[in-house]
């Protein structure tokens, strides 16, 4: 275990090893993760990644701050920017402590062609003394809150220990690696091979090394820290359709029809009300899709929700449901009975 200074904020009091909810642009929004820390807290999560020069951007800023939203029962959560102007990486840092976030993460792996372009993303990896640059004046920026960076392990071949080499000089708090090259995208499994050698490069440092990459979950989180001695996993994909991945308590098979329709619900309203039309609608129904799984009648569920465009549409659908699949789950007698068993899953609930 890592002793950490107080210089490193939260990161300091968290115990390790550190179980990370992934930034997922589009996915881990902070309607998503309320409906996920509700269910299972992981012990940091991140908020999907906003421009730096964007929220430098009088024009720009309006519609980037929903990306900064967050509710206190997430916290810590780390806001994550990217950019390759050390000055507005700077003044970002700023606006993102002014919001209260508890940590600044900067973006240096996202392999997407229009951020890569403008030199950004994993595209530092290319421009090490750029990056170093960067993370100081983010650093300087977020002062007093912790800095991390999340990268991947090289841009077209692995170059990881050269590349950590520069990261660390730097002293962010920690790095996540995602163990993959730019060049490979998502198209390869993840490099797990190469993640010993960089837990023992940041040994004598005090910078947490994080690693991310196909991890399915908690058990498999373990697997993987036992294997390389990292200090944390970050877990992105394997969220979808489970957003009760960081609940140790539940098991998969022990979430219910009537836990899913809930999950349903309060995903729809929390949406609508923490992004009141500054979001499209449309963007929920792939979270309602991967709800609406392993129980009988949600085929015919999930066709309903594919063109649902507001919340009242996705109450409508669950009410059908509910008064279709009645003779199956019978949710008006475990409504009056209290007693949420559907299917015969999870008893005395
Ligand atoms: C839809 C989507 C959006 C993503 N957005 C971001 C992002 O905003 N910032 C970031 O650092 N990584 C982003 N990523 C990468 C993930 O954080 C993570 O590194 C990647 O999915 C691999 O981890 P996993 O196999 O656990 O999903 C995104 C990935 C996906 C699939």
């Known amino acids: 275990m890592k002793v950490l200074s107080k210089k490193a904020g939260f990161w300091a009091r968290l115990k390790q090893p550190i179980y990370a909810l992934a930034p997922m642009e589009d996915v881990t929004d902070a309607a998503f993760r309320l409906v996920i820390a509700r269910r299972g807290k992981?012990?940091?999560a991140f908020a999907e990644f906003a421009s730096a020069d964007g929220l430098c951007s009088e024009r720009g800023r309006p519609n980037l701050m929903k990306l900064l939203y967050f509710d206190e029962i997430e916290r810590p959560v780390v806001a994550q920017i990217f950019g390759e102007k050390p000055d507005n990486m700077y003044k970002a840092a700023r606006i993102c402590k002014e919001v209260g976030f508890d940590g600044v993460d900067i973006n240096m792996g996202c392999p997407v062609k229009k951020v890569v372009r403008t030199g950004c993303g994993s595209a530092l990896i290319n421009t090490p003394e750029l990056a170093r640059e960067i993370i100081?004046?983010?650093?300087?920026?977020a002062d007093p809150l912790p800095v991390s960076v999340k990268t991947r392990i090289g841009y077209n071949e692995i170059v990881l220990e050269e590349w950590l080499g520069h990261l660390l000089e730097v002293e962010p708090v920690a790095v996540t690696l995602h163990l993959r090259t730019r060049r490979e995208m998502s198209k390869v499994d993840a490099h797990w091979e190469v993640m010993p050698a960089a837990v023992k490069q940041a040994e004598n440092t005090s910078t947490l090394i994080i690693g991310n990459g196909d991890i399915r979950?908690?058990?498999h989180a373990d697997q993987l820290i036992a294997e390389t001695g990292m200090d944390g996993a970050m877990l992105g994909r394997a969220i979808y359709g489970n957003a009760w991945l960081f609940n140790r308590e539940l098991r998969p098979e022990h979430i219910t029809v009537h836990d899913r329709l809930e999950l349903l619900e309060e995903h729809s309203l929390l949406y609508e009300n923490v992004f009141g039309g500054r979001k499209n609608f449309a963007i929920m129904r792939k979270h309602l899709l991967a709800h609406t799984t392993g129980f009988f009648g949600c085929r015919e569920l999930r066709q309903r929700l594919e063109t649902v465009r507001c919340a009242a549409d996705v109450l409508d659908a669950i009410a059908w449901f509910?008064?279709?699949?009645d003779h199956i789950h019978q949710f008006s007698s475990h409504k009056k009975t209290g007693a949420l068993t559907a299917s015969g899953n999870?008893?005395?609930?």
Do not use: Y
């Open 322 to 325: 509910t008064a279709e699949f």
């Open 136 to 141: 100081q004046a983010v650093q300087a920026g």
């Open 217 to 219: 979950d908690l058990d």
């Open 42 to 44: 992981p012990d940091v």
């Open 346 to 349: 999870r008893a005395g609930d």
